[in-house]
Nanobody, 118 residues
């Protein structure tokens, strides 16, 4: 069992930056692929980025950077050049393999709100 808690969301102006963090409980964090997804109002939850267990492989959709610190049981999402369309609830999740598919992720956090104003 893995419990995930996101933080770092908030209100930012377009062009600004935020860094999201996700802290995992449990001693097996380093064995999981970690991913970030987001869901805007009225839209499907969509993949943003993923990183494999030791951080040497990542999979992202564009402007954001994912990283992890296994000593701290934490995965990060660095978001730069934010746009209003990046507004969404951002979720971290854990999976057994590197994937962009929601169905591959077994554990999910509660999410953190990111709002980008124009």
């Amino acid at each position: 069992q893995v419990q995930l808690v996101e933080s770092g969301g908030g209100l930012v102006q377009a062009g600004g930056s935020l860094r999201l963090s996700c802290v995992a409980s449990g001693r097996t964090f380093s064995s999981y692929t970690m991913g970030w997804f987001r869901q805007a109002p009225g839209k499907e939850r969509e993949f943003v980025a993923a990183i494999n267990w030791n951080g040497d492989r990542t999979y992202t959709t564009g402007r954001f950077t994912i990283s992890r610190d296994n000593a701290k049981n934490t995965v990060y999402l660095q978001m730069n050049s934010l746009k209003p369309e990046d507004t969404a609830v951002y979720y971290c999740a854990a999976a057994n393999q590197l994937s962009s598919r929601k169905s591959e992720y077994n554990y999910w956090g509660q999410g953190t709100q990111v709002t980008v104003s124009s």
